[in-house]
């Protein structure tokens, strides 16, 4: 079995004094990159759809000693953007870094039988979220200040059974390169492509045991990502590490094939 990421002995405290906004942030990769983020200092405004996810996961980062501050914050509503970004000032004054995370998959259709709406969606809140929620952030970055967006492996290679989400993703790598070029010299903006990491979203992967075991022989480190594994790569192109990085993706995948 490869080496796992061992957060609670590993972590140094890189963003100290920063503040921090991770969207979709309740459970999951959102939920790892959040608690890896307040356990090396940020104060982490953590943020999803649902007001009681987000009043649970603030109680569990409270109790690992982490500054944190929950908002309810839909990434494809406007007012909720707003909102989320407004909150943050108002509270802690600035923005150092931003880890763009939500997105949604949902259909397993055909590309030419998937229906509009559902195109529409994946492009609202996979990708045109992003550059919203950038927007409204853009005047309270600070100099320094960096962002990470999660794209995936799937963006490499879109599967049959997931081939939208998966050109969203595609997107979000250019989107990558793109923002880098607007926002530098004042903001990094850099991706991580997650392979298979069992969460909610990736439960197709984990239900079936022979799925799963498939899925983990196709890497070369023989196992699935955990959101630790992602997080710990959020944090490193997030963090002064990173400081000479910017419009690029790092893959933490296993070793999973990732050419366009
Ligand atoms: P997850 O465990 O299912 O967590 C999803 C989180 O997003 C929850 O906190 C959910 O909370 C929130 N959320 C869902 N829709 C939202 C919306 N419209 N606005 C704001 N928050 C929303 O998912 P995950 O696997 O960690 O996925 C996180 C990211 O990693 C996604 O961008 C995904 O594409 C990417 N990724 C995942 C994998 C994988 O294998 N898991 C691989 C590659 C890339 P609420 O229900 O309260 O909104």
């Not at 590993?10 to 942030?25: C, D, L």
């Not at 608690?35 to 109680?59: C, F, H, P, Y």
């Not at 944190?68 to 406007?78: I, L, Q, T």
């Amino acid at each position: 079995m490869a080496k796992m990421m061992d957060m609670e002995t590993k972590i140094g405290r890189r963003f100290e004094g920063e503040v921090a906004i991770v969207t979709a942030s309740t459970q999951g990769i959102g939920f790892a990159i959040a608690e890896r983020l307040g356990l090396e200092g940020a104060s982490v405004v953590i943020s999803s759809r649902k007001q009681k996810n987000v009043d649970e996961a603030v109680e569990k980062l409270k109790n690992k000693g982490i500054e944190v501050f929950g908002v309810v914050c839909h990434v494809s509503n406007a007012q909720h953007r707003k909102d989320l970004i407004q909150k943050t000032v108002d509270k802690y004054g600035k923005i150092d870094v931003i880890v763009s995370n939500a997105a949604v998959n949902p259909s397993v259709d055909p590309l030419l039988r998937t229906l509009e709406p559902i195109l529409d969606k994946l492009w609202e809140i996979n990708v045109k979220a992003t550059v919203l929620l950038l927007q409204e952030a853009a005047p309270h970055l600070q100099k320094g200040s960096s962002i990470v967006i999660i794209s995936s492996i799937a963006g490499y290679n879109p599967q049959p059974a997931m081939a939208m989400y998966g050109v969203t993703k595609t997107a979000l790598l250019g989107l990558t390169k793109a923002l880098a070029t607007e926002m530098a010299p004042v903001t990094r903006v850099n991706a991580v492509a997650p392979g298979f990491v069992p969460t909610n979203f990736a439960a197709y992967i984990t239900k079936d045991e022979d799925v799963k075991k498939v899925n983990e022989e196709k890497t070369l480190l023989g196992r699935l990502g955990t959101p630790k594994d992602m997080a710990a790569a959020a944090a490193f192109l997030a963090s002064d590490d990173a400081c000479y990085i910017t419009g690029e993706t790092l893959i933490v995948a296993g070793g999973l094939p990732s050419r366009l």
